[in-house]
C-alpha cells in the first residue's frame, strides 16, 4: 500500500557530494517522521537523520555539518545533501517513514529498498 523508493546514490570521490531523494506513494493521509538509516557492510544500520512533519531535525554526530535532511511535504518526498563526503561515508543508504493511512489510524514505518553510496579516497 505504501512504497518508498530511493535515488541518488552512486561513486563518489572523497570530499564530493551527492543528494539523495525518497518518494513515498501509495495510501497515504499523513507522514509523521522521515529518516535516512545506513548500512555498512559488516556494521549494523545506524540513524543518519531524520525531520518531523513540522520540520525539526535531528543528525548523527558523523555527519553534522555535512549533511542536509529535507522534505517536501506536498510531495511526500525526502532529500539528504551530502557534502564532504569521506570514504566511512559508504553504505548502503535507506529511507525510513512513519506513515498513516487513514486520519484515526496509527502510524506504521516503511522502508525503502536502499541506494548504495560508495566514497572512493
Known amino acids: 500500500q505504501v512504497q518508498l523508493v530511493e535515488s541518488g546514490g552512486g561513486l563518489v570521490q572523497a570530499g564530493g557530494s551527492l543528494r539523495l531523494s525518497c518518494a513515498a506513494s501509495?495510501?497515504?493521509?499523513?507522514?509523521?517522521?522521515m529518516g535516512w538509516y545506513r548500512q555498512a557492510p559488516g556494521k549494523l544500520r545506524e540513524l543518519v537523520a531524520a525531520?518531523?512533519?513540522?520540520?525539526?531535525?535531528n543528525y548523527a554526530d558523523s555527519v553534522k555539518g555535512r549533511f542536509t535532511i529535507s522534505r517536501d511535504n506536498a510531495k511526500n518526498t525526502m532529500y539528504l545533501q551530502m557534502n564532504s563526503l569521506k570514504p566511512e561515508d559508504t553504505a548502503v543508504y535507506y529511507c525510513?517513514?512513519?506513515?498513516?493511512?487513514?486520519?484515526?489510524?496509527?502510524?506504521?514505518?516503511?522502508w525503502g529498498q536502499g541506494t548504495q553510496v560508495t566514497v572512493s579516497s
Open positions: 525510513n517513514a512513519d506513515v498513516r493511512i487513514k486520519s484515526n489510524g496509527p502510524d506504521t514505518s516503511h
Open positions: 525531520i518531523f512533519s513540522g520540520g525539526s531535525t
Open positions: 501509495g495510501r497515504i493521509f499523513s507522514i509523521n517522521v
